[in-house]
DNA sequence: TGGTGTGAACCGATTCACAGCA
DNA sequence: TGCTGTGAATCGGTTCACACCA
């Protein structure tokens, strides 16, 4: 990578890159920054300047190699090693992410879920091994995994969460509707409140 | 409101308020915009111009009026009806969201849910019955929610999103991780794609 | 001809800095 | 003195427009 891609730019690469998935692997053929950009509601030059953060990889007059373009966004998203995830947490939502195709179908694997419920640990489902929270060090140690996927109820977010941190995970992703979270400087983290996005919706039904 | 307030800033309002909501009804007692910015993770002039927007709401050398200003934004929210949900797939993730503490603390309140699983048609979770999703326009009518939440698999996201729009509903948030979706002039939209959320996080992992 | 790559122009949002008010 | 409100400056991202290349 050359510059700095700017945050939405990263969303924008998800994108492209799952439209590429969908192609399927087409050796020797071209797709422009006008086809992808409909495929994925952006506008051609939006896409080409995406692109160009990986350098001059387009063919003027035919567009970017499918393969090539595809085998560089991969890389950029590290899907060619397994992206391993544990999830904190298995209620019901713990289990609905558990139990999610979507992380699949991307290269991420559910290596290890935690609970602190004495009749949840031990239990198996969709192949991930309930741990105790207890465990947390212990198992993330053995096992690698880099993202933490937090579905705690939100008292206990900002806790689990420090430990996480301890216990060597790099980024989090926080479903809990906690206040203020903090991780120290150099971990990933990233908030998904369901509920605020339909504030959101409601708002601009109001509001405009 | 006055002038259009960005996308973003409407996410920080919905920050500001569950803020005030914490701290509880203190009558008389006043917030600065110093306090809010840092109990919510922003700056004190960006918090200042959000407010802006609504007017000169502040009283200078003391801040803003807390309940005077929580008032405000329940308003902007409309949180002092009650904000009606649907779910669309009483899956494992629609289960959840059925389940989902931050809704019913946020005084939404999901008033039917719907499938198309036979076993799953008539039972009732949390309150809320499922319905056979023949029955979308009718219930949806007969409801009057405003905003869907679509957790169906990617396949029949599209299908059941223009059912949605045909049933009256006004607000979208699509779970299922679908390509693109289309929705008429009009009709607010916003996905939540949880995987996209973890290849960011990996994708900053590998890439700064 | 068709489509990339890119500097320049544009635009919107954030931050700054300070005048003004209680 | 303390804190708001706001125009001006700044910043970063998006769009434009066109030179260049297969």
Redesign the pocket.
């Known amino acids: 990578m050359h510059r700095?891609?700017?945050?939405?730019?990263i969303y924008?690469l998800a994108l492209y890159s799952r439209h590429l998935d969908s192609l399927g692997n087409r050796e020797d053929e071209?797709?422009?920054?006008?086809?992808?950009a409909e495929a994925t509601g952006?506008?051609?030059?939006?896409?080409?300047?995406?692109?160009?953060y990986y350098?001059?990889?387009?063919?003027?007059?035919?567009?970017?190699k499918i393969k090539k373009l595809r085998e560089l966004l991969m890389e950029a998203f590290g899907k060619k090693e397994v992206r391993k995830l544990v999830v904190i947490g298995a209620g019901n939502l713990g289990m609905a992410l558990i139990a999610h195709s979507g992380f699949r179908t991307q290269q991420f694997k559910i290596v290890a879920a935690f609970d602190r419920d004495a009749r949840k640990i031990g239990k198996v489902v969709e192949n991930v091994m309930i741990y105790n929270i207890q465990n947390l060090e212990t198992v993330v140690a053995r096992t690698g995994a880099d993202i933490a996927l937090v579905c705690v109820p939100y008292y206990s977010a900002q806790k689990v969460i420090d430990k996480l941190v301890l216990a060597g995970v790099k980024a989090i992703l926080n479903f809990a509707p906690a206040g203020r979270i903090t991780v120290p400087e150099g971990i990933k983290f990233q908030n998904v409140d369901m509920s605020i996005e339909a504030d959101r919706l409601y708002y601009l039904l109001k509001n405009d």
């Open positions: 700095k891609m700017p945050s939405s730019g924008r071209y797709i422009s920054s006008q086809e992808l952006n506008t051609a030059a939006q896409v080409r300047k995406d692109l160009t350098g001059s990889i387009g063919e003027p007059g035919k567009g970017y």
